[in-house]
């Protein structure tokens, strides 16, 4: 059974910094392009970084990407998001996702042409 959990949420200030993690069980992170989508309040989720198979391809919401780091341990079946100096607008239910590879890393991260299969989702709170 395929699974995708993520931890390392909670409440961050103004100008910190977090990494996010997706311990991936029932499938290999290597065989898919992985991401991280975000949904704030009130707003639609969106993808902000993906990462592409063994090529290591990456997109980027271009307004974070001076911010965001998407990484893979493909040892450890894991994915990672660093955010720095996060801002109250980062604020968001951060999702990790699994797409299958049926289209370009930008495409699959910026438009819904297939169904993720998707983590539970963690918390992310920037308030000081």
């Keep these: 059974q395929l699974q995708l959990v993520e931890s390392g949420g909670g409440l961050v200030q ?11 069980s029932g499938l290999k992170m290597g065989d898919y392009v992985m ?7 009130d707003n639609e989720r969106e993808g ?8 290591i391809q990456t997109y980027y ?3 974070l990407k001076d911010r965001i780091t998407i990484s893979r341990d493909d040892a450890r079946n894991t ?4 955010i720095d100096n996060v801002e109250t607008e980062d604020t968001a239910v951060y999702y990790c996702a699994a797409l299958p590879p049926i289209s370009t890393v930008e495409v699959l991260c910026r438009f ?17």
Excluded: D, H, M, N
Excluded at 35 to 41: H, K, L, S, V
Excluded at 48 to 55: F, N, Q, S
């Design 48 to 55: 902000i970084a993906c990462i592409k198979g063994r090529e």
């Design 14 to 24: 103004p100008g910190g910094s977090l990494r996010l993690s997706c311990a991936g």
């Design 79 to 82: 994915l990672y998001l660093q």
């Design 35 to 41: 991401g991280w989508f975000r949904q704030a309040p």
């Design 61 to 63: 919401k271009p307004t």
């Design 112 to 128: 819904s042409i297939t169904t993720p299969y998707w983590g539970q989702g963690i918390q992310v709170t920037v308030s000081s």
